[in-house]
């Protein structure tokens, strides 16, 4: 038995079921976003992101399954390394895709993505991410990525995989006005 909580889930009408779960987009003061390689699909990048635990009244919410995704797949800390800034909390912003795999296998049609978007703090991370991130798998949780870069969001949907290419320019979507206010603040 599984000592991690169940996911949330949402079912459509047609009766399909789809797990919840929450991506972190972590971009630092080029615009650039974070990525990570996985380790058991090389060349497969992607944000930290994961199930959003189901604990009855005390669920989580998309940001906090965010920031605990980037913490436990890459050691980033909320307030020391990453601020948070806005979350899709609303179902009608998600994405669903097909997925296969254990997925399929308990009882999902795939999964049902939320992103929660949040900007580099620290200074060191935002040059060099792989110096700053610790991806041997935090909160008892096994590694999921083999290395870390921060690449412009264009290129990131353009090299994802297709059945997962909808969430990330839904992701591009809502962040760019976010991300692009950040931006002219900053210069």
Not at 14 to 27: I, Y
Not at 53 to 58: E, V, Y
Not at 132 to 140: A, E, I
Not at 152 to 170: C, F, H, S, T
Request: hydrophobic letters at 40%.
């Amino acid at each position: 038995m599984s000592s991690f909580a169940p996911s949330q889930y949402s079912m459509t009408p047609d009766g399909r079921k789809w797990r919840k779960c929450a991506a972190a987009c972590v971009v630092n003061s080029a615009g650039d976003v974070l990525v990570g390689e996985r380790l058991k699909i090389s060349g497969a990048w992607g944000a930290p992101q994961g199930g959003m635990d189901d604990r009855g009244q005390q669920s989580e919410t998309v940001m906090q399954a965010a920031s605990r995704e980037a913490f436990e797949e890459c050691g980033l800390r909320c307030g020391e390394h990453i601020q948070p800034v806005a979350a899709q909390e609303d179902e009608s912003l998600a994405v669903r895709y097909e997925a296969g795999g254990w997925l399929k296998e308990a009882g999902f049609a795939g999964q049902q993505l939320h992103w929660a978007l949040f900007f580099v703090v620290d200074p060191t991370l935002d040059r060099d991410c792989a110096s700053v991130c610790d991806l041997s798998g935090q909160n008892g949780e096994a590694p999921e990525f083999a290395r870390v870069r921060w690449q412009p969001l264009d290129e990131v949907i353009a090299n994802m995989w297709p059945a997962k290419r909808g969430p990330y320019q839904a992701l591009q979507t809502w962040a760019t006005p976010l991300i692009e206010e950040k931006l002219l603040k900053q210069r």
